[in-house]
């Protein structure tokens, strides 16, 4: 095949195929399955909204990384959004502040991201909670059990939640003013580079800098870390964050599974995102990701930009990474439920309704109407687009291709077109007891 290089996608943005279509879809049912457990209710947002309003509710980086053009219709400047976060907090502020209670809604959808001199891929899908009017601990403790639901929903079983505090960072960086030096000590510290820490820390004040110091090294078992922290001379807001910290892993253990508690880690040391977050943080890591696919924490000033005071907590899960986790553990894509039914055209008509009756039990079917094909070329086209079983319908009967590789009767054919699925089932491998 000859490639016309004038046909080309836009930097940063990619094409899902049938299998690859199919992996992210069901991780985000999964996700979305697994909040909706917990009271959570789809919401759908915008694609984009006019910038200003958008970028009240993100962050200096979030900022940065959005897209913004001139909307033709009314001229204003209008921006993609690159976090779905300040989305929800407009739609609170705004639509549901007569709501006399918390309020547990969830999404997905795409996010685009401005990166310059990047060519990775700038529109990436995602799926979060929020939970707005809980104050912490137990607002944190519920979105890290959700949290820990969602890490769950995986296929994989190498993952873990590292739980943490805005405020240590704040603590440790709050007086650093010099521009350069704040730099390098951010940087150090997300590479828990002890020796690059104690390097831009020089001349700091001693407390200051033995915290910064002592920040690379707070990653781990919970009592460890915090018997660890607690060591240090930590002013009264870094103290409380323990305390904090302590109340919400104890307020979680009643809340979730006793494996996904034990996975929990305390990491004292992450920066990124500290002058976002008010309290809790945490991130959700999963096996061949380097990074987190999971990230969240309390935002209690959020909603306030929107002119609506009301504390909120809640985190968004990168669908790409999870996606990765999953190819990396070895595990194949989902085969969704889907058939493709081929026929002699003597048995069209039953193939017609042998497909409907199989549209009737939940599944994805097709009739290759009107198209002679070789086995071979049936089997490659099937797993080309996505179906995981063949029914060749003959005058004798038929045959399923894919799976057992078994063959069925006629006489089973028009009982399932009659509604009667059960043998049909079993013969396609897709009954219950597969």
Known sequence: ?????SIRLPVGVRDFLPRAAARRRAIIERLLGAFESWGYA?????????ADVLERGLGRDAKAAAIRFVEPLTGEIV????????????MVATRLTDVDGPLRLCYEGAVTRLTPGARGQRELLQAGVELIGVASPEGDAEALA?????????????????LGHAEMARTALGKVTDPDRRADLEAALAKKDRAGVAA????LPVPQRALLVELPRLYGAPKTVLSRARKLRLPAPARHALDTIEQVL??????????????ITIDLGEVRGFEYYTGIRFAGYGVGVGDAVLRGGRYDRLLGAYGYDACATGFAVDIEAIAHSERSAGIAAPGAAAVLIASVPAHRSLAVRVAAALRGVGLRVAVDAGVR????????????????????VEAGGARVMGGSETGVSLAALRRAA?????TLLGALGLGEES
């Open 79 to 90: 921006a993609l959004r690159p976090d779905i976060t300040s989305q929800v907090a407009r």
């Open 42 to 50: 789809r919401i759908i947002a915008p694609a984009f909204e006019y």
């Open 146 to 162: 959700v949290a820990g639901a969602a890490l769950a929903s995986m296929q994989v079983d190498d993952v873990r939640l590292d």
């Open 373 to 392: 094909r070789s086995a071979n070329a049936l089997a490659t086209y099937a797993d080309r687009v996505g179906f995981v079983r063949v029914l060749v």
């Open 418 to 422: 009659r509604g009667d699925a059960d």
């Open 250 to 263: 104890a307020l979680a253990k009643d809340l979730m599974d006793s494996e996904q508690h034990r996975r």
């Open 1 to 5: 095949m000859t490639e016309d290089r």
């Open 200 to 203: 831009a820390a020089t001349g």
